[in-house]
């Protein structure tokens, strides 16, 4: 069993920077990938990046170029630095985690989420 802690959500104003945290506590020595996905008020839940447990980091379109995804060496914290905020990036923001190849839809682990607000 593992629970996923997330922090670091807030409000800023356009072109601002955030950084989110997720701590992965119990089982966590099998996970094989880790990753960030956000929803928008009306809109689906859409990935934002994963990592694997070889680094192999992969990101939306939205979001190349300007978040970053990384993890401690414990791999047991993940991180998602985000720069250049536009106000489209509003939305509740979760950490999962898998006992799986990044690819697939399935997740086996989520956290509770954090919100980030973006003002123009």
């Known amino acids: 069993q593992v629970q996923l802690v997330e922090s670091g959500g807030g409000s800023v104003q356009s072109g601002g920077s955030l950084r989110l945290s997720c701590v992965a506590f119990g089982y966590t020595y099998s996970i094989d990938c880790m990753g960030w996905f956000r929803q928008a008020p009306g809109k689906e839940r859409e990935g934002v990046a994963t990592i694997d447990s070889d680094g192999i980091t992969k990101y939306a379109d939205s979001t190349k170029g300007r978040f970053t995804i990384s993890q401690d060496n414990a791999k047991t914290t993940l991180y998602l630095q985000m720069n250049s905020l536009k106000p489209e990036d509003t939305a509740m923001y979760y950490c999962?985690?898998?006992?799986?190849?990044?690819?697939?839809?399935?997740?086996?682990?989520w956290g509770q989420g954090t919100q980030v607000t973006v003002s123009s």
């Open positions: 999962a985690a898998k006992y799986a190849y990044c690819r697939g839809s399935l997740w086996d682990y």
